[in-house]
């Protein structure tokens, strides 16, 4: 069965950092485009950032820029999400997705995914 598992969120304070993982198991990562989602409630599912099955980053949202790195290690199998500087409008479900070898134009797009995990619950407060 091919998964997607995300861990690695929680509560942090403004201006603090996490690092999200996405770890597959029933299939290897390295022919896949991995996607990182959020969803804040009440709100659109918004793509954050897309990395190629080669590790090519076809970009990022506006709002992390600067602040959210995305990185894989298909050794590891696992694709990660730095995130520094946290901001309370950072709060959101995290997801990540898979699709097949490379971020496309439309990379933001839950449509251009085949497989999602279930999400980690971010929360950025003081």
């Known amino acids: 069965q091919l998964q997607l598992v995300e861990s690695g969120g929680g509560l942090v304070q403004p201006g603090e950092s996490l690092r999200l993982s996405c770890a597959a198991s029933?299939?290897?990562?390295?022919?896949?485009?991995i996607g990182w989602f959020r969803q804040a409630p009440g709100k659109e599912r918004e793509g954050v950032s897309c990395i190629g099955s080669r590790g090519v980053i076809t970009g990022y949202a506006n709002s992390v820029k600067g602040r959210f790195t995305i990185s894989r290690d298909n050794a590891k199998n696992t694709v990660y999400l730095q995130m520094n500087s946290l901001k309370p409008e950072d709060t959101a479900v995290y997801y990540c997705?898979?699709?097949?070898?490379?971020?496309?134009?439309?990379?933001?797009?839950?449509?251009?995914?085949?497989?999602w995990g279930q999400g980690t619950q971010v929360t950025v407060s003081s």
């Open positions: 997705a898979a699709q097949r070898f490379v971020c496309g134009p439309r990379w933001g797009s839950t449509n251009e995914y085949d497989y």
């Open positions: 029933g299939f290897t990562l390295n022919d896949y485009a």
